[in-house]
């Protein structure tokens, strides 16, 4: 990375009206699809157009920190007579820029200012280095041997910087994990396509099944590439789905026993399928109501006690002093 | 192995049906295993005579057999022959199901069968001749003396029907003698033997083979049976109703005098039937009727081949042979050929690929563990919820080890739920787990399997479990309602009264069927 040298005082940055679209995982409700599912990655850069010239793969803000060998004076501060303020408008994509002809003074590197010091770069640098697995605070701690105010000034700094972002670990809800900027987190912390904000979306999903089952009714036979397929052509939902997911949400469904999966024999209703290959289909008629079929265990009380290891005939839990049955035979 | 459950069950049974005191013995066999008469003696430290007298009452009603083996003798002395007794606990608990197996039948062979077929069940075994006194003295009052040998026609002829359907057999042999096997006590190798795992046959399966009559004259009623019954009538008469009366240990205890052929009750023909019954009605709730029409079919046609009542293939049969029984029934009368076809491949079987010698045999095991595992899933999701009777179903399609990341991922269940649900699975024994380090993350990675052998045995003496307990409940019921009707017994037939003994009888009845339905299950775990 070439630098520029203190002879050149200039910082760019950029101001979104909308610091959270940003700065952390969270996207705002423009930013989230149909069924506040998030647009991709890709999708969510458009919004931010290049300021100056730069890629869409290295955002302005992310290519300013690397031509920045001094500390500038941070955002918020009097002393912007000092900065050419680049200011991102969403709404027109125009740019005003701001030019203060004083001549710089050696900014003073503030703790707890905008500017990286020492500890910010070192906690930067570790959260770098992990990449998309991202880093829990206490870890970044045991790294850095920092002290906890320092580490909470430097990320918080860093994340007004918008060089690091928060992420919600789908298995570590409660702890807290950052990640720098230019990276996505894994899959690993989010979860999968299925999960957003760190949630599993579980209306997306009860949606797709719902189709996907509508769909095999109608089709009475039909590999995941078949609905797949009729999704596509019939527009059924406006978000995106992929084959990878339809057959997921087919299996789940097995599993729910809502369908069965069989292999076609290419005979009668499996003419059209070659024969061997996986289909899905609906359980016969009625089945589908009841859920699965009720076994003579669960019909008594005993079938699913939870007390059923201490219940002994001359017990303190016994059957006839069992209160179980005295309300199932109760009528 | 019978379960803890199993055997509680059981002793239950005989104390309800035979007392205390020969509950106690057939405990003390189905806890220890096959024991000689001191051995139990010695065990229960009852009286000679009593313990006999309980082993005698076990015997002629099934529940246990008795064979003689040859021991080593002490120092010096020659080798001694001594019995040993053995408890059957299948044959026990069929006690549980006698309504069942005369239900089928009654529902086959009309009343008269049923009464040859429930003196049978009540008395453990009995010969022509006592079958037909009992008869006698049973519609004395409605017949003549002229009637008699009419009627003694009709016994034979129903006795010959049911020993044709297989529903009653010859007894087993009284005390066969196994002979040493080389080199090793008997004692010694089916210990050993079972610890290996393989068990070529234990001691006990070769003393019920070595009693079980030939396979030639198992059913085989002989003409000179009858012809002595009827000619010997009137001087047997006093001995028979005697027996069939009070005493009817008696035959068991010494050899009988005229070597008389005594019948019991073929529990592994109805047992058969009803694993019929269970794979057509199980293919017919999963698949469609025709289906279950085909399966029937099949069975019908077959019905005389099995060998076994455990048996994992259907006897191979021409498609001709399927159509045509199909066609005797009055739902598959309206087949076709094709359809039947269809039906067979939905039941898995494989078209031949060339249209000659079309024949096809059914997998009935995978019939019998869909139906185990739906049993097992529905405990699943009515104790756990919907979403561990996904993970459960995801866990025993195969039973190899998943990663938690995996199982949630592919069931759509939280990682955080999903981990909680297999915990509580795992604490109640429905999974087993295992734990890898994992150095990156620093947390063990939880890898997660359902064993289901183990699982379906706990399931099994659950079943047991509940099924004892039902029975305990239905005593207390009974105890409750005797109480109830005593305070009831001085008033007027009002509403009140009526009602109350409405309740009473209503809760016998749900009771009564839940154990019925509840043996169905049992019977699915153990016997098929
Ligand atoms: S009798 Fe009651 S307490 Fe005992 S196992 Fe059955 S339901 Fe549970």
């Known amino acids: ?331 | 192995m019978v379960s803890p459950h199993g055997i509680k069950l059981a002793v239950h049974l005989i104390s309800t049906y035979f007392g205390d005191l020969v509950s106690k013995v057939c405990e003390c066999l189905l806890r220890k295993g096959t024991l000689s008469l001191a051995q139990v003696i010695r065990y229960t430290e009852l009286g000679k005579q009593k313990v006999s007298d309980a082993l005698l009452v076990l015997i002629q009603h099934n529940c246990a057999q008795s064979f003689t083996i040859q021991q080593p003798g002490g120092f010096g002395e020659a080798p001694k022959i001594v019995t040993q007794y053995m408890a059957l606990h299948d044959n026990i608990i069929h006690h549980m199901r006698f309504p069942k197996f005369l239900a089928i039948v009654s529902d086959e062979f009309g009343q008269e069968c049923m009464e040859i077929f429930e003196g049978l069940l009540q008395h453990g075994r009995l010969s022509l001749n006592q079958i037909l006194d009992r008869h006698k003295d049973k519609h004395r009052a409605i017949v003549t003396s002229g009637e008699n040998s009419t009627a003694a026609n009709v016994v034979h002829e129903n006795f010959n029907k049911l020993a044709q359907a297989r529903y009653i057999e010859r007894c087993h042999a009284h005390e066969p003698f196994l002979a040493p096997e080389e080199g090793d006590t008997p004692a010694k190798k089916r210990t050993a033997r079972s610890k290996m795992g393989d068990v070529p046959q234990t001691l006990e399966a070769r003393a019920l083979a070595a009693a079980a009559p030939m396979e030639s004259i198992r059913f085989l009623v002989e003409a000179d049976t009858w012809s002595n019954a009827t000619l010997d009538d009137d001087s047997k008469k006093n001995h028979t109703t005697e027996i069939v009366g009070e005493k009817r240990k008696q035959d068991c205890l010494e050899p009988i005098p005229n070597k008389e052929i005594l019948w019991r009750v073929n529990f592994e023909e109805f047992v058969r039937l009803l694993r019929h019954k269970c794979c057509v009605s199980h293919v017919t709730t999963r698949m469609d009727n025709v289906v279950g029409i085909v399966l029937s079919a099949i069975f019908d046609a077959s019905r005389r081949e099995e060998t076994k009542v455990k048996m994992e293939n259907t006897v191979p049969l021409p498609m001709n042979t399927i159509f045509e029984e199909a066609m005797k029934s009055e739902e598959g009368r309206s087949l076709t050929l094709e359809r039947v076809r269809a039906s067979l491949v939905q039941l898995g079987c494989e078209l031949p690929t060339l249209g000659i010698d079309e024949t096809y045999s059914v997998d009935l095991k995978k019939i019998i563990d869909q139906a185990q595992a739906q049993e097992v899933e529905s405990i699943v999701l009515k104790k756990y919820g919907r979403e561990a009777y996904r993970i459960f179903r995801l866990l025993s399609e195969s039973e190899r080890l998943y990663e938690t990341d995996k199982i949630s991922s592919t069931t759509f269940v939280e990682k955080k739920d999903a981990l909680k649900i297999l915990f509580q699975l795992w604490k109640d024994d429905f999974l087993h787990m295992e734990r890898l380090g994992n150095e990156a993350q620093k947390s063990d990675i939880l890898l997660w399997k359902l064993n289901k052998r183990s699982l379906w045995e706990q399931i099994l003496d659950d079943m047991y479990h509940a099924a004892l307990n039902l029975k305990l409940r239905l005593v207390h019921e009974l105890e409750q309602a005797k109480v109830i009707l005593r305070v009831l017994k001085g008033k007027t037939l009002g509403d009140e009264v009526l009602q109350k003994r409405k309740r009473v009888g209503d809760k016998w009845k749900v009771l009564e069927s839940s154990l019925m339905i509840l043996d169905d299950a049992i019977m699915l775990f153990h016997d098929f």
């Open chain 1, 1 to 331: 990375m070439v630098s520029l040298g203190p002879a050149k005082p200039t910082f760019y940055c950029v101001i979104n009206k909308n610091k959270n679209a940003n700065l952390t995982h969270g996207l705002n409700p423009s930013q989230r699809g149909t069924h506040g599912r998030p647009q991709p990655l890709a999708l969510r850069h458009e919004a931010l157009p290049a300021c100056s010239g730069e890629s869409r793969e290295s955002p302005p803000h992310r290519s300013l920190l690397h031509l920045q060998p001094f500390r500038p004076p941070p955002l918020q501060s009097t002393c912007s007579k000092f900065i050419i303020v680049q200011v991102l408008c969403l709404s027109s994509c125009k740019f005003i820029r701001m030019s203060i002809l004083n001549k710089r003074k050696k900014p003073e590197p503030k703790p707890g200012g905008g500017g990286l010091v020492e500890s910010d770069r070192v906690v930067l640098n570790v959260i770098k280095s992990k990449k998309e697995m991202a880093i829990w605070t206490r870890d970044l701690k045991k790294e850095t041997n920092l002290p906890d105010p320092i580490i909470n000034k430097c990320l918080k700094n860093l994340q007004a910087l918008g060089l690091i972002k928060e992420v919600a670990h789908v298995q570590m809800k409660g702890r807290k994990h950052y990640i720098a900027a230019e990276f996505e987190p894994s899959k690993e912390i989010t979860g999968g396509s299925w999960y957003v904000d760190g949630n599993l979306d579980t209306a997306f999903i009860d949606q797709l099944k719902d189709l996907c089952l509508k769909i095999i009714r109608k089709l009475k036979v039909a590999t995941a590439d078949g609905v797949y397929d009729f999704f596509k052509t019939n527009r059924l939902t406006n978000t995106d789905c992929t084959s990878q997911q339809i057959s997921e949400i087919l299996r789940s469904m097995v599993l729910d026993n809502m369908i069965i999966d069989v292999t076609s024999t290419g005979l009668g209703e499996y003419h059209s399928i070659p024969i061997g290959k996986l289909c899905y289909r609906c359980p016969p008629a009625g089945d589908l109501s009841q859920g699965p079929i009720t076994g003579a265990m669960v019909s008594i009380p005993c079938g699913v006690c939870p007390r059923i290891r201490q219940c002994t005939p001359d017990g303190l839990i016994s059957p006839s002093t069992c209160v179980y049955y005295t309300k199932w035979l109760d009528f």
